[in-house]
């Protein structure tokens, strides 16, 4: 079992940054990718970036903006996702995702808000 603890949400005014943290504590040792993703209101849920292997992917659209650093100690893993320069369409419910062989776990999701 993996847990998935979230945090760093909240409002920005848009051209603002933000920094998303991620824990995943438990089974860590089999983990094998950990990312981002995000849904907004009305929409499907999208990546916005994974890190496995020491190989980081980012959605398209959003690299150059966000930045994704995973940190390893021998309780947890902390994924981060550095967003800059925001827009209101990163307005979305942010989450955590880790996946080991087999599964996916998601964290419960942090709401970032970007206003105009």
């Known amino acids: 079992q993996v847990q998935l603890v979230e945090s760093g949400g909240g409002l920005v005014q848009a051209g603002g940054s933000l920094t998303l943290s991620c824990a995943a504590s438990g089974s860590i040792l089999s983990i094998n990718t950990m990312g981002w993703y995000r849904q907004a209101p009305g929409k499907e849920r999208e990546l916005v970036g994974i890190t496995s292997g020491g190989n980081t992917h980012y959605a398209d659209s959003l690299k150059g903006r966000f930045t994704l650093t995973l940190s390893r100690d021998n309780a947890k893993n902390t994924v981060y996702l550095q967003m800059n320069s925001l827009k209101p369409e990163d307005t979305a419910v942010y989450y955590c995702?880790?996946?080991?062989?087999?599964?996916?776990?998601w964290g419960q999701g942090t709401q970032v808000t970007v206003s105009s």
């Open positions: 995702n880790a996946i080991v062989p087999g599964r996916m776990y």
